[in-house]
């Protein structure tokens, strides 16, 4: 059977351009004239004239007297209290009425603004940070380019260099150094009745007096002008006081640094900065208790990058009018090296960095703490807007969706006078009723998630932070925005069903929002399949971190730290370990893998004009069979006496070098001469973000400060405590702190770790969002089509048969969905898996698990109802139709 031509119409567009901008009392009647006008134009003039005379006339009515701000008798009053409470009172039966779909339209916006909650608290704090010291625009940071084969950007730099600087460039009205210890410190205290408590400090620095007032610090006990002045003093924070002391007054005692063998008198407790700052700290040492262990010759060489140089400018200078000095200056004091101006400026470069992009915006050697990075913000930004927006798409198919089921509700309001505004107001109303509902159950969900949010967090929060004026601002606005983002559509929908249909209360949806909604379903579920992908991408890249073969052996390892008296009982301790077969080997190094390799130069003998910047790593004999590493040339320190120097490079070192026959060579290394003894294959001693350096393995055994001892089989737990009682039996004084290797290499991806864990819960509340507004469209969906579905079974129509029917209908969208996400998030992972030198390859794994994984979740979605509605006695359906 042919179907029938379509009654021609005028251009839908202009009918909603002159609903747009005519006044409600004249629209009606204006359209009404202007499509009687179109119908006898199309047998005088066409069909095609017709809709072009039709939107000039709609364009030629935009005049004053139709605006909707014109004033007229019959503007339609204010709605007072009683009209307000007529709307409430609506709305709640409503809700009431609709348990079901606005249980669903409360959950998915909850946990849309629960997530964007945490992420503003997360993106708040990152984009605040350092902001909040006085004048921290004009406090910056000092750092040194070395500009050559490798240029290095360094993050510390000389002693005296910001000394030298304000000394010999006006403007800079102020300095303030911070050094950090090597290794982390042992501090003791001995109360009054002789109990002594020893703690293991990881984060504490020397510094310079004027750190107390340029980075505002608050003393609660002390002197502000008298804290960090004398030698072999200390500040605390208040925890760290409260970790020492307790409730007792801390100022003039003494705590003990077990390091250096010093004594260290307390002068000030400072308050914990109430803000995120890259300067965390649990204690300051005073700078010239470091000067009591500096030689004169380490103090002013100025290309020792090992001090944190801040300096304030005066108000009425420029970042830009002081870094235009630094050639001047930087001639004068790099002028002890004897190198001449064009060499200075061709070999490094000084910079000023502003305090505030520290955080985000720095990476450079030698930072004072791991940084962020800008682009997390940006990710975990578009992470929350897409969920919120997700969250707000679901509320519109639902509310769309069920539109339908008020048809009749409108048409009698509208017979009995209700303008088209005033249905607006009524179902706006009712999404703000909904989003206010949802925002205090996102409120509630927040309180119970904190727990887990501080568990991903570095910086942890307390709930009384989200009751701040700012914040609760932006609750505010976050409940009108998502109100009016959720709300405006379907009310503008709804309100505009036709009079007539709807009192007959016909339910064929209109085709023009049935693609609307295909839309937004297409929409939801292409952000969810880009979160699933996302997601599998971090998940495979940190197996691949920790799976990969880095070169030596890290199960199975323990660090412990060695210092003070330890030292003199190290012969005894590893006479100890030879004779316990669990230990399959032990050796004695400087740094630990993961952390960071100091670099010194490594100069030629035989043409000391040639000085190689490289890593290097101070051990003994034991140190390649301990961890495993492989020598592919020459020998190893076996058969070294204590006290010679001996060198063995890595392949990459041998490249950088461009060396042919290295073994034999004699190098210089911090004064010390010795030869090229072997040549090791390339290990990751760094993190797997970076490409492996050049490194120099040094035979220095007095120069290490950690034991690694390599446990053979499963004698872990029996070995560490062997080495407790070891220990404290030789050295009851000292404290026992030891790591394990491999958990130690595990911390170079913390962030990629928690990044993983708060992709999957955003990838899991996509999902739980996508499928809200899917069950509800299939519960409409089967509503609307019970006859149909009835009038099949009778015909013969298996179960399986109406099932496939209503899945096709909803697995076509998300289909779609996933052919538009896959490209978006291939990309978006290709950038990112950029960050690391190496990196798995995006394979076809990837995009068929997310696709099976959403396809998987759709189909359990949509055919729980389907199956309900298939397996329905189609008798009692034609009945109750």
């Known amino acids: ?58 364009m030629s009515l935009m005049r004053s007297f139709v605006f909707k701000n014109k004033s007229s008798d019959y503007i339609q009053p204010l709605p007072d209290s009683s009209m307000i409470r007529n709307y409430l009172t609506i709305a709640l039966r409503n809700l009431l009425r609709q348990k079901l779909n606005s249980s669903l339209n409360i959950i998915g916006l909850a946990a849309g603004i629960t997530c964007s909650l945490f992420i503003l608290l997360y993106v708040r704090d990152e984009l605040h940070y350092d902001k909040q010291f006085i004048g921290s625009d004009r406090i910056y940071r ?47 205290y001995t109360s009054t009745n002789g109990t002594s408590e020893r703690f293991e400090e990881k984060s504490g620095f020397y510094a310079d007096p004027a750190v107390v007032h340029m980075f505002n610090m608050e003393l609660v006990k002390g002197d502000l002008t008298t804290a960090l002045k004398e030698v072999n003093t200390i500040i605390l924070t208040t925890a760290m006081a409260k970790k020492y002391f307790g409730d007792q007054d801390p100022i003039g005692k003494v705590i003990q640094d077990d390091m250096d063998n010093i004594p260290m008198k307390v002068t000030g407790v400072v308050k914990e900065f109430p803000f995120p700052t890259h300067l965390q700290f649990d204690y300051l040492i005073s700078m010239s208790t470091r000067y009591q262990t500096l030689s004169k010759e380490d103090l002013h060489n100025p290309g020792w990058s090992s001090f944190y140089n801040y300096v304030l400018l005066d108000p009425s200078q420029s970042k830009t009018t002081i870094e235009a000095k630094f050639p001047e200056f930087m001639k004068k004091f790099y002028a002890p090296t004897g190198e001449t101006p064009q060499q200075i400026f061709s070999t490094r470069k000084l910079h000023l960095q502003p305090i505030q992009d520290i955080h985000l915006h720095s990476k450079l050697e030698k930072e004072i703490a791991p940084n962020s990075d800008s682009m997390y913000v940006y990710i975990f930004s578009v992470a929350a807007a897409l969920i919120l927006l997700l969250a707000a798409v679901n509320f519109i198919n639902i509310s769309t969706a069920q539109a339908f089921k008020r048809m009749k509700e409108v048409g009698v309001r509208k017979a009995m006078g209700a303008s088209k505004s005033q249905l607006i107001r009524q179902f706006v109303g009712e999404a703000f009723l909904l989003a206010f509902i949802a925002t205090s159950l996102a409120l509630f969900l927040f309180r119970l998630i904190i727990p887990l949010y501080n568990t991903l967090s570095i910086r942890p929060i307390e709930v009384d932070q989200l009751f701040t004026l700012q914040n609760i601002g932006f609750v505010l606005v976050l409940v009108v925005l998502v109100g009016w983002l959720a709300g405006s559509y379907p009310a503008w929908f709804i309100a505009g069903f036709n009079s007539i249909e709807s009192l007959k209360g016909k339910k064929t949806p209109r085709s023009s929002i049935r693609w609307v909604r295909q839309g937004m379903i297409v929409f939801q579920f292409a952000v969810s399949v880009f979160m699933i992908f996302s997601t599998l991408i971090i998940y495979q890249q940190l197996r691949f971190f920790h799976s990969k073969d880095i070169g030596f052996d890290k199960q199975q390892v323990i660090a412990v730290k060695v210092y003070g008296k330890m030292y003199n009982k190290i012969e005894t301790i590893m006479q100890t370990l030879r004779t316990n077969p669990a230990v399959s080997d032990f050796s004695m190094t400087s740094t630990l893998p993961g952390d960071r390799f100091s670099t010194d130069m490594f100069i030629p003998v035989n043409d000391p004009q040639k000085e190689f910047q490289l890593r290097h790593i101070w051990v003994n004999s034991n140190f390649l069979s301990t961890l495993g590493i492989e020598l592919k040339e020459g020998n190893g320190f076996d058969h070294l006496q204590l006290h010679q120097t001996a060198y063995i490079l890595n392949e990459a070192a041998i490249k950088a070098m461009n060396l042919d026959s290295p073994l034999g060579m004699q190098f210089v290394s911090r004064g010390d001469t010795g030869k090229i003894m072997g040549i090791v294959k390339d290990f990751h001693f760094a993190s797997l973000h970076s490409t492996i350096e050049p490194l120099v393995i040094v035979h220095k055994p007095f120069q290490t400060n950690y034991m690694l001892i390599n446990v053979a089989g499963n004698h872990l737990p029996e070995t560490l405590e062997l080495l407790k009682s070891t220990f404290h039996s030789l050295s009851p004084e000292t404290l026992f702190s030891y790591t394990f290797l491999n958990e130690k290499l595990n911390m170079l991806y913390a962030s990629e770790n928690r990044m993983s864990q708060v992709f999957q819960l955003f990838s899991g509340l996509t999902i ?69 030198a190496y990196h798995i390859a995006i394979d076809w794994k990837v995009f068929a698990g997310s696709a099976l994984l959403i396809w998987l979740i759709a189909i359990l979605t949509v055919s729980f109802q389907s199956i309900r509605a298939a397996l329905t006695n189609p008798v009692n359906t034609l009945r109750n139709e």
């Open 768 to 836: 739980l969002i996508s499928c809200l507004g899917l069950f509800s469209l299939v519960i409409y969906t089967v509503e609307l089509r019970t006859k149909e579905i009835g009038i099949r079974k009778i015909l013969g129509s298996s179960v399986l048969e109406v099932i496939m029917l209503l899945l096709k209908n909803f697995l076509q969208p998300v289909l779609i969905a996933t052919l538009i996400a896959w490209p978006f998030a291939w990309w978006v992972a290709t950038q990112w898996l950029q960050n690391f």
């Open 142 to 188: 000092i750092t040194l380019e070395n500009i050559g084969e490798k240029t290095r950007h360094w993050a510390a730099t000389a002693p005296l260099i910001g000394e030298s600087m304000a000394q010999e460039i006006p403007g800079i009205t102020e300095v303030a150094r911070f050094h950090r210890p090597y290794p982390d410190r042992i501090f003791s």
């Open 1 to 58: 059977m042919n179907k029938s031509k379509k009654h021609p119409e005028p251009p839908r567009w202009a009918t909603y351009l002159l609903h747009l901008f005519c006044a409600d009392h004249l629209v009606e009647e204006i359209e009404g004239d202007l499509e009687e006008l179109f119908f006898q134009r199309i047998q005088l003039l066409g069909e095609k004239k017709a809709r072009i005379r039709y939107v000039l006339d709609v």
